[in-house]
T-cell receptor, first 108, second 114 residues
């Protein structure tokens, strides 16, 4: 499995865009990048995934660099409810390998 | 649509006791998973199943057993509870298909072994 590196924590002001980086320099050609988040005392929640192209859904946007060695999750207008641990995962099949993720704190 | 349902939400066990953590999903998903999450850590895979009658070990299977007699249910059994099994346990499921691994998680079972 490709390893991922994320900052331990980040702050963002409410209403601003939150940009969460992830490095995955050993990613292989057929591995997707997945983003999940875990709000305190809840189960993880799927946010978005991508292979090569940038992706957008109702929750977030995912920007993947051309060499696929890093990506950025963008929450366009962060709210207090977006405070959570965000996990960047690269895994092709079976179970997901969760690291420690980034603790995103949205400040009022 | 209930999704993935886990019971109980909380449980305290004494060392050496046994219990079964229940997980059921109503999305007709083939794949089901059990993870544990220790404080401040990410999730670790215990067991998974690709369909009824088929189970396989994950990263940390010791001390646990599973069965998959139906598509809907995937119970996790602890036979002789130990303090090291104090954790939050999450069940997840995903639809069939290769390549994309989008999993849907339950709310978790918080277990303390004292």
């Amino acid at each position: 499995d490709a390893k991922t590196t994320q900052p331990t924590s980040m702050d963002c002001a409410e209403g601003r865009a939150a940009n969460l980086p992830c490095n995955h320099s050993t990613i292989s050609g057929n591995e997707y990048v997945y983003w999940y988040r875990q709000i305190h005392s809840q189960g993880p929640q799927y946010i978005i995934h991508g292979l090569k192209n940038n992706e957008t859904n109702e929750m977030a946007s995912l920007i993947i660099t051309e060499d696929r060695k890093s990506s950025t999750l963008i929450l366009p207008h962060a709210t207090l409810r977006d405070t959570a641990v965000y996990y960047c995962i690269v895994r092709g099949a079976d179970g997901l390998t969760f690291g420690k993720g980034t603790h995103l704190i949205i400040q009022p | 649509n209930a999704g993935v349902t886990q019971t109980p939400k909380f449980r305290i066990l004494k060392i050496g006791q046994s219990m079964t953590l229940q997980c059921t999903q109503d999305m007709n998903h083939n794949y089901m998973y059990w993870y544990r999450q220790d404080p401040g850590m990410g999730l670790k895979l215990i067991y998974y199943s690709v369909g009824a009658g088929i189970t396989d070990k994950g990263e940390v299977p010791n001390g646990y057993n599973v069965s998959r007699s139906t598509t809907e249910d995937f119970p996790l059994r602890l036979e002789l509870a130990a303090p090291s099994q104090t954790s939050v346990y999450f069940c997840a499921s995903r639809p069939p298909g290769t390549g994309v691994n989008i999993q849907y998680f339950g709310a978790g079972t918080r277990l303390s072994v004292l």
